[in-house]
């Protein structure tokens, strides 16, 4: 047998897979644009236009670190107007900030490689996955003006964010800097029309918009991965309607944002994080406290205007259905309409939020007057609460409200669920104790609305009633019996072909040298890990693992040598370009000289920008994507979709993650992960689970939540995507839940996880999880974590040590061995090199 067999090309030609996997991303990006204002001012007929700013030319395509994707080419919002048909007169403007533009990483370069010198490893990793903050151009002349001979301008705020740190609450960041301030306001006093456009992952403030008169209209860009100039374009030219929602409220000033100075870095405990809002979060806590947002969540606008209306609703089992007709009530442009179904439950014991997305639909492009039916369905117990004191999950007898509108400061109530009598749904075990005591946020007068929503007990006559009752929700009563060593014979007899030390050397990946120099019998480069090459002669095959969630991050261009050392040419990670020369000649395969092997991927909009299309069809075709991508590279996991909530709008990574709503999160991961797993043998990898809304310090970070927060926000995104579309994979998240990690965590491994929502697929870490100082491997595999990334000698030992010492048992280590074993043999390449074939070789 070959040592290695990889499937990158050995060519650069364009593969069949990329046109249509780029159209899928042009189609997301379409629909990920939010339109947050426009008085009369777009669309744009083409002709001249004045552009400033950091993102037209310079355009972000998505975030940093391992949530990039390198693609062959993304399309700036620059390139995109030119090909539309514009003419950008502002060419001096934007050459002059291409060159402070590289000045600026000229100076970064050097300071990095300075500090390196007195960096350890640690600090290493942080300073590379820190983010260029892009310069903000120079001031804006007259002469700038007079040149562009239009009436019209675009001006595009860039910002950039990544794992490891998150974003400052300052003006060079979470808020637009004194040069850009001066800049916009000199272009609403310049020029006719003013259009302001967020390059920026997440949510940002937009508090400018009071601050600066006349700016006719702001564009929520986001960041939309390779297509993003061309649907910029083709929005801005009314070619297409925006139809992009907010996943997130917008605040008009970050001190509306819940205990937000107490977030990260801003209160100086880095490692403890009361989550003292509990469950109102987004939302919940801006309706529920009657502070108006900004934008609020579910928002954004149309070049046409719709008419929701209410037809009916329907019980059947414990579901309910709500059917509306929409009408495109314009003349002139076509649409897309996303209708939103609020709940707001009875009030009883159990306070709650004002009310909570259970279901949306959207329609497909009505033209001027056309109508189309749609149909929101959702199960009742997405109305349940998370009672602390009995342990269950219930809805309270009284009036619960259905809202249906176009977001959640517009809505009418439309039906009413009698909620008869008191229902538990589910009893379960208590989970992951508070250490400390919280004192949590409590609404005093719940349920009190602000002018804008209707009061929340008002229950009218005239509406449809449907009585509900525990009939109509059967309780379910979870048991916590330990769980088989595996769940097929088959199984069990493969795993006894295996010695304890090859047990043990599967359940811990093959380690960073292998990632660096990549010593593996499927071969992809630039993958983040693979499980374990040396079982090969037991017929055990290496799993390969590649980020998400925006695509699928492999390595460009790369040499292989003979003995199957995988060398990158371009760096795999943007900030490793400032590597000290002798790095690069180490890790640089040199393309003079040896054949060069390619992988080109497909650049999607960002998670965040995914989600605001609320198009889970186009979710799922971009998954498919993905797997077929996978399929074609020989990944079997994909370590995406990643779907932490919302629930700050500094944190770092919001971009790879969908929403402040877990329903929507849930939904979203759903459907990535039915797209992905069509390919046989491709699974995705549900990330963080749980609690991972944090970057800074997120290696030691305790989010301290109480048990119903945890369950009602932090897990119930998860628990629908595991229940809905039954994902194989998952991966633990970095931080401790309650003062204990995540991947030591037998209550979410094993109770929650498998036990209550019957999850049976792969459980890993976060890389370098269990290094020194953070979590202990061994309790890793006896809580459930099945799979240690990328892997080290020292997790190896540390198992060893604790099976010896009796504090691991042998059946725990089994577990966790037998189900990579079953994944190994559902992977996307058998062991004598087979793609996409179920084949096992004992
Ligand atoms: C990130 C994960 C990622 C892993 C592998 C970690 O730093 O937190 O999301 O999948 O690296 O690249």
């Not at 800097?177 to 916009?184: A, F, W």
């Not at 314009?330 to 179904?341: M, N, R």
């Not at 009752?469 to 009563?477: G, R, S």
Request: hydrophobic fraction near 30%.
């Amino acid at each position: 047998m070959k040592n290695y067999i990889t499937y990158a090309k050995t060519d650069d030609r364009v593969l069949p897979y990329e046109e249509p996997h780029r159209r899928i991303a042009y189609l997301a990006a379409l629909e990920g644009i939010v339109l947050l204002e426009n008085h009369d001012a777009l669309p744009i007929p083409s002709g001249k236009i004045a552009m400033y700013g950091s993102g037209v030319e310079h355009t972000i395509k998505g975030g940093t670190g391992s949530g990039e994707v390198n693609e062959r080419h993304s399309v700036s919002i620059l390139e995109g107007m030119e090909a539309a048909g514009y003419e950008v007169t502002t060419k001096k403007w934007l050459d002059d900030y291409t060159e402070e533009y590289e000045t600026g990483l000229k100076e970064l370069e050097a300071k990095i490689k300075s500090s390196l010198k007195k960096l350890d490893i640690q600090s290493y990793l942080t300073m590379f996955l820190q983010s260029y903050l892009y310069p903000f151009g120079r001031l804006i002349t007259e002469q700038d003006v007079t040149d562009s001979d239009t009436d019209t301008c675009i001006y595009v705020v860039a910002r950039q964010s990544g794992e490891g740190s998150d974003r400052k609450l300052e003006n060079q960041d979470f808020q637009l800097s004194d040069t850009e301030k001066t800049n916009i306001r000199f272009c609403t006093q310049h020029y006719k029309k003013t259009i302001v456009v967020l390059n920026i992952g997440s949510s940002f403030d937009t508090s400018f918009m009071e601050e600066i008169p006349g700016i006719d209209a702001l564009v929520y860009f986001c960041q939309l991965g390779t297509a993003g100039g061309t649907a910029f374009a083709d929005v801005i030219s009314g070619k297409v309607t925006p139809s992009g929602k907010l996943t997130d409220t917008w605040v008009s000033s970050y001190s509306d944002v819940p205990y937000g100075m107490d977030y990260s870095y801003l209160n100086g405990d880095l490692e403890n994080e009361n989550y003292l809002e509990d469950i109102y979060v987004g939302y919940r806590y801006y309706d529920t406290f009657r502070i108006t947002p900004r934008y609020p969540f579910g928002y954004g606008l149309s070049y046409t205007t719709f008419d929701i209306r209410y037809q009916g609703i329907e019980k059947s089992g414990d579901t309910i259905s709500v059917r509306v007709i929409v009408k495109n009530t314009g003349d002139t442009y076509s649409g897309k309409e996303i209708v939103q179904l609020y709940a707001s439950c009875p009030q009883g014991n159990l306070k709650k939020e004002y009310q909570r997305l259970v279901a949306f639909a959207k329609t497909d492009t009505l033209e001027p007057g056309q109508e189309e039916i749609l149909t929101l369905t959702f199960p009742l117990s997405y109305l349940t609460s998370y009672n602390e004191a009995s342990a269950s999950t219930i809805i309270e007898k009284g009036t619960c409200l259905l809202r249906i509108g176009s977001h959640s400061r517009q809505t009418e109530v439309c039906a009413v669920l009698n909620i008869t009598e008191d229902i538990c749904a589910s009893v379960h075990k208590h989970i992951c104790p508070v250490q400390t005591p919280l004192e949590v946020l409590y609404p005093e007068a719940p349920g009190e609305t602000d002018s804008e929503t209707p009061d929340v007990t008002e229950a009218p006559e005239e509406k449809d009633h449907l009585d509900i009752t525990q009939e109509d929700l059967p309780t379910v009563t979870f048991t916590y019996d330990e769980l088989p060593v595996t769940g097929n014979q088959k199984l069990t007899e493969d795993l006894k072909k295996l010695t304890v030390k090859e047990r043990i050397q599967l359940v811990v990946g093959a380690g960073l040298k292998d990632m660096l120099m990549n010593e593996s019998y499927v071969k992809v480069p630039g993958a983040a890990g693979n499980t374990t090459s040396s079982l090969l002669k037991k017929g055990v095959v290496n799993l390969v693992l590649a980020d998400g969630p925006a695509g699928l991050r492999i390595q460009r261009r790369s040499t292989i040598g003979r003995n199957g050392t995988a060398k990158m040419i371009d760096m795999q990670i943007d900030m490793m370009k400032y590597f000290p020369e002798i790095f690069k000649k180490l890790l640089c395969g040199n393309p003079e000289k040896d054949q060069v092997y390619y992988q080109y991927t497909t650049a999607f909009p960002v998670a965040t920008a995914m989600a605001q299309t609320w198009n889970p069809d186009l979710l799922e075709q971009m998954g498919q994507a993905v797997g077929e991508e996978m399929l074609e590279y020989g990944v079997s996991f994909w370590l995406a979709p990643g779907m932490n909530i919302h629930r700050n709008p500094l944190c770092g990574r919001n971009f790879e993650y969908y929403s402040e709503d877990p329903l929507l999160s849930g939904k979203m991961a759903s459907a990535v992960t039915r797209g992905v797993q069509k390919n046989q043998g491709c699974s995705v990898t549900l990330k963080h689970f749980c609690g991972n809304n944090q970057e800074n310090n997120r290696n030691h970070v305790s989010s301290n939540m109480t048990e119903r927060a945890l369950r009602e926000i932090y897990l119930r995104g998860f628990e629908i995507a595991v229940r809905e579309s039954h994902p194989k994979g998952l991966m633990t998240s970095y931080n401790k839940i309650n003062g204990t990690y995540a991947n030591n965590s037998k209550d979410l491994l094993t109770h929650v996880l498998r036990q209550e929502w019957g999850f049976d697929g792969l459980v890993m870490t976060d890389w370098t999880a269990t290094a020194k100082g953070q979590s202990d491997p061994a309790v890793c595999i006896a809580s459930g974590n099945d799979l240690l990334m990328p892997g080290s000698s020292s997790d190896k030992k540390r198992i060893r040590k604790a099976i010896k010492e009796g504090t691991l048992t042998r059946r725990d280590l089994n577990r966790c061995a037998g189900r990579i074993l079953a994944a190994t043999q559902n992977a996307c390449v058998s062991i004598d090199g087979e793609k996409g074939t179920y084949k096992s070789d004992f």
